[in-house]
């Protein structure tokens, strides 16, 4: 059986590691708790003990790599039987009714599997054996050399483009802040996405009067129930999901010669934390009250804060919310989570005076009034559709017809 | 009945040639990882020796190897992070072989930010207010952020090892070290970092017996975290 060996979580803080020397190389026999790589982060340098006894099969990352915690470094084929089956050194090898050398290195393979290696060009110790106790047969090695015979497979890139960067000469008073790996990863983002979608914007001015209501009558038993305070998010949580059902080109992807739209409904919130910036989806959005989605943000946020999120809770989202909080300022035009085609932005949400039809007459009227921003993907989306989307989240707010 | 074990035992080793002290700590790690010792912090000064990391640049060595050894000074390839190092008498080198999965202690940057504060417990307990770099490694006296030609003054460096949770390397605290010895070197790979000592911070106010109170200093604080 094949083991796989992980870069462990080094800490709270540490997301990822540099492979710096390996200690061990494919064929070798490890004991249990003998080092297998030195990784470095920053000023540590972290030695991994193998957690089994084998035979290391392969090296899955090459030195000067940087990993992510939980990624696979090497696969050890467990168990010592070869090696218990090697005579002592002591002793001739004298036994030719045993086929397999007295190696440590070698895997068992039959004598015929080892003629077809050599013919083939295919490494014994990449075979997976079928043979009694693992054993490499002719069949396991033409079944290997088929397999890598096939033309690799194309590997989606992980790093779609480089951070721009620049030569700078410190000026006295400059602070130089390094960069952590989640900024990296933020960056890298950022650019990919401006790179791959033309950003549109489009902004709705949103009455919040009805909302303001709803939520000032059920804040109070709200808070008594669920023990937590109700904030104006899941509104527009709500509303969106409702628009975007109606509006399936918003909730979309661009692949290669198509344009998917999606049936599920997982909306990603855009939270700020100590670290920076994390998107929590909150899946099957439709599917949730307005109380339900209510604690499903309240949850995320909350765990987003304390680095408590499983990697499963970002993944996933269709389309993203962004929720700048009380200093969200007038409007602002996010940019898009990409493989989505559209974010919305959040603005505060100011009482300001607009003009109303009372009684037949226009009248200056005091209102509270948020801006909602909707930056779209203009290759995916037309205008026409986009617009008629943010318009709907509007009327959705402004009927302000929720059911807790 | 067997004594009662101590969850710290620091030994005092005095002046010790780097390359036996990495010796001494691979046998205590081992023997730390079989359980057939407690953790140690061993507590010595070596002979002048510049250590270069697995960081190193060989343009943050300042002369050339040949003419650091016709001084006297040993050059050692360490396996360990970090970059260039000069340790010589004077300084204070602590090397904890501590079981940190044994203790639920599983992070090492927090351990890193461990030794920092112990570090600047035992200065303070030494009438030296030290504090922190965000973004460096060890421990620095001074006013003011990282920048060019005003970077705080470096009171000890920190580089950490860890096998299986065993750490080793540790830190290099300039008690009363002569400072031109860093002349030879730039430290940690950052231009302009001014080297200081315990000795030199604290002017007029040296006690007479500053090495054997620094080495009492750091021994209480770690045994106050550790012991």
Known sequence: MSVEVELPALGESVLEGTVAVWLVKPGDRVEVDQPLVEVTTDKVDAELPSPVAGVVEALLAAEGDTVAVGTPLLRIAEGGEHVSAAPPSSEPAAAPSVAEPASDVEPRATPLARRAAADQGVELAEVEGTGARQRVLRGDVERQAARNSEPPRPVASSTPSRVPTFQYSLQPGDQLVPLTPLRRLVAEHMVFSKQTSPHVGTVAEVDMSGVARVRDAQKRAFERTEGFALSYLPFILHATVRALREHPRLNASMLEDAIVEKKALHVGIAVETEKGLVVPVVRDADRLSLAGLASAVEDLAARARTKKLSPDELKGGTFTISNPGRHGNLYGFAIINQPQVAILRMGEIVKRPVVRELDGEDAIVVRPIMHLALSYDHRVVDGSPANAFLYRIRELLEEAEFDL | ?227
């Open chain 2, 1 to 227: 009945m067997a004594a009662p074990c101590p969850r710290l035992l620091v030994e005092d080793l005095g002046r010790v040639p780097y390359a036996e002290a990495l010796a001494l700590q691979e046998a205590a790690l081992t023997a730390r990882r079989r359980g057939e010792r407690p953790d140690t912090l061993f507590l010595l000064e070596h002979p002048p020796v510049v250590t270069l990391g697995r960081g190193s640049r060989k343009g943050h060595l300042r002369d050339s190897p040949e003419a650091l050894r016709a001084r006297g000074v040993e050059i050692f390839e360490a396996r360990r992070g970090g970059d260039v190092t000069y340790h010589g008498p004077g300084q204070l080198v602590g090397y904890p072989v501590l079981d940190l999965s044994a203790r639920g202690e599983r992070d090492l940057h927090a351990y890193l930010r461990s030794l920092e504060d112990l570090l600047i417990t035992a200065l303070a307990a030494l009438g030296l207010p030290a504090r922190t770099v965000p973004g460096y490694t060890g421990v620095f006296v001074g006013e003011g952020e990282a920048r060019p030609g005003h970077f705080p003054r470096k009171l000890a460096s920190i580089g950490v090892g860890v096998r299986g949770w065993v750490t080793w390397h540790g830190f290099a605290l300039n008690v009363d070290v002569q400072l031109e010895a860093f002349e030879a070197i730039v430290p940690c790979g950052l231009e302009g970092v001014e080297m200081t000592s315990v000795e030199r911070e604290l002017g007029a106010g040296v006690p007479a017996d500053l090495p054997a109170r620094a080495r009492e200093a750091v021994r209480a604080s770690f045994l106050s975290r550790y012991g």
